[in-house]
């Protein structure tokens, strides 16, 4: 019955389209453009989306050689074909008349943006002898690595570990998200990894602080909260705005900013002295409930109402609220969670909560991730191996000692000194580029990042751009800080290019695939294309014994049984339930 369908299908498209082609050619030979749907045979391929951090699965439609159409790809478990406006206008990404077109060799002063045209061999030839140049007086450490978007797995984990430099970092991580990871490997003894794992779909009372739903672009989020809200969930925003998701709660607190850890600690007191915690989760999950208990005795509603402008009431009435709803009900994680400097203890805080509520492991509360299972490419080991943090470490990898690079030193971010521990600090290693401290780093590879709108202060990142010895830009657009680069290598777009599997934790796990809908436009290049030909001069040549990204994702999918024509015949996304 399903084949007979299937057949049906294909032969009514096929119908469909030779039927329409004699359309589409009439119109032209009327003067009038058809449709791009009736103008050729469209073509599919399988992605995912760039236009931010999610990642959704997504259909790319292309007529003729050029890209018309990105859909949902309804084979994404979390998407549900759904795309958001910003997903969509990745066609207009793809064809921006702006793009950096050809590779860039500086001519004028440093940050002033002037630039001679240069073919690729020239531009990595250039870059692979300064960085031997620099090697060869300051060791690999000396040149970092700065990288964010998807394709950053090149340019800060595969080039930097196959390098040596232990210095390679992520916005992303020092900036954005490492609080609530740190917090909650100390807490619950697991990152949050990736995306927040709160089940959405059965979730009665969802609390949010800081969370800005319905004013970011995270198209899974808005449909999951939209849903739960319409069959009745609960919810509470805690936020001095009156944003978007606190004109849809039940209970606004517009809390004073940067108080948010006294209203978390009068929480768990209030959880604690009116007996509404889960007893029996507490007992058999948990550990040292009576040192909290005493700890938080004294941080009484009455105590956070003077700090945080809310009244003694509406924390008491919203930490019962909570309570009412447990362990359906939730703390939700946040994503970018980096304020005030106590961020780490905050969202130790908001976990704490989410443990009395009963909600870790629970139906309704906070599922705990599944990796899915994939083999990584078996490459020769780094000269830095994983816990250098933001080089090949996820969370939790790191070990006491940082993992020194091939001269013996660690990384320069301060790391055990001005902070305890976690991914790279890219902020931090700003200042090592200008006072040579703990020592000098003299080039700088910047994939994806604009240095200047990313990094708190500019000047001083400026000033630290004028003192190395190389700068580097891989880019799409001409970013700010590109002006700033030595050398430009301009990078196709997430729809021009294979990449690494999109491989992440989730409620159900999946392998996702990256193809290129159409060739890279201009005389550019995708970003394995260019980790590898610098890597051959740099006489990585161990490290790159691939031809080219196919070969990679074929070598990694055999230990799921697939490869990646097989996994575009599947639809682009494989599930492992
Ligand atoms: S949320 Fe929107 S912009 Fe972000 S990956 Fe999904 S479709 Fe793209």
Redesign the pocket.
């Known amino acids: 019955m399903f084949l007979g369908m299937s057949s049906l299908a294909a032969f009514a498209a096929l119908f469909f389209q030779r039927a329409l082609r004699p359309i589409g050619n009439t119109l032209a030979r009327m003067g009038i453009r058809a449709p791009w749907h009736r103008s050729g045979p469209i073509d599919i391929s399988y992605t995912?989306?760039?236009?931010?951090?999610?990642?959704?699965g997504?259909i790319v439609k292309t007529v003729n050689g050029v890209v018309h159409k990105i859909e949902?790809n309804p084979n994404d478990p979390k998407?549900r074909g759904?795309?958001?406006?910003?997903?969509?206008?990745?066609v207009s990404f793809l064809y921006d008349p702006d793009r950096l077109k050809t590779p860039l060799i500086r001519t004028g002063e440093r940050g002033s943006g002037e630039f001679r045209e240069a073919s690729w061999d020239e531009a990595l030839q250039y870059v692979a002898d300064k960085m031997v140049a620099i090697r060869d007086t300051d060791g690999p450490e000396a040149v970092a690595f700065f990288g964010h978007t998807s394709g950053e797995f090149w340019f800060t984990d595969y080039l930097p570990g196959a390098w040596g430099s232990p210095n390679a970092a992520k916005p992303s991580s020092s900036i954005c998200t490492s609080p609530r990871e740190e917090a909650s490997l100390l807490t619950v003894g697991r990152p949050i990894g990736g995306h927040e794992p709160v089940d959405w779909d059965a979730i009665q009372c969802i609390t949010l602080i800081g969370s800005h739903i319905g004013e970011d672009?995270?198209?899974?989020v808005?449909q999951d909260f939209a849903a739960a809200r319409d069959r009745g969930a609960r919810l509470i925003a805690v936020d001095p705005r009156f944003s978007t998701a606190a004109m849809k709660s039940d209970h606004w607190l517009p809390i004073k900013p940067g108080t948010d850890t006294a209203l978390l600690l009068a929480w768990i007191n209030v959880l604690i002295t009116e007996d509404l915690y889960d007893a029996d989760y507490v007992a058999e999950w948990t550990t040292g409930f009576e040192e909290l208990t005493a700890h938080v005795s004294q941080y009484t509603p009455a105590w956070a109402a003077g700090i945080t402008d809310l009244t003694e009431n509406q924390i008491r009435e919203t930490a019962r609220e909570m309570a009412r709803h447990a362990p359906q009900s939730a703390i939700v994680p946040g994503r970018h969670v980096t304020w005030y400097g106590n961020d780490t203890q905050r969202m130790r805080a908001v976990y704490i909560v989410n443990a009395l509520l009963g909600a870790w492991g629970r139906r309704g509360g906070l599922y705990l991730n599944k990796s899915p299972y994939l083999e990584a490419y078996p490459h020769p080991p780094f000269l830095v191996e994983g816990g250098a943090g933001g080089c090949s470490a996820e969370p939790g990898e790191e070990g006491d000692d940082l993992p020194p690079g091939p001269t013996g030193k660690t990384r320069a971010d301060g790391a055990r000194t001005k902070f305890l521990r976690g991914p790279t600090a890219i902020q931090e290693l700003i200042d090592p580029m200008i006072t040579g401290d703990p020592y000098p780093i003299r080039g700088l590879v910047v994939y994806g990042v604009n240095l200047l709108h990313t990094i708190p202060n500019p000047e001083r990142t400026k000033e630290a751009l004028r003192n190395l010895d190389l700068v580097v830009a891989i880019d799409v657009l001409p970013q700010d800080h590109v002006d700033w680069a030595d050398v430009v290598l301009p990078e196709a777009t997430y729809l021009e290019r294979h990449d690494e599997l999109w491989a992440l934790g989730h409620k159900t796990p999946y392998i996702a695939l990256r193809e290129p809908a159409v060739e890279p436009l201009h005389n550019t290049k995708p970003g394995w294309w260019m980790a590898r030909e610098l890597g051959l001069k740099l006489g990585l040549d161990s490290f790159f014994r691939w031809e080219d990204a196919t070969e990679w994702i074929d070598k990694r999918l055999i230990s799921v049984g697939s490869s990646a024509e097989k996994l575009h015949a599947a639809g682009g996304i494989i599930v492992q339930e």
Do not use: E, H, I, K
């Open positions: 995912t989306c760039d236009m931010c951090p999610w990642r959704c997504v949902g998407r759904m795309l958001c406006a910003r997903g969509q206008a990745g672009s995270r198209n899974t808005m």
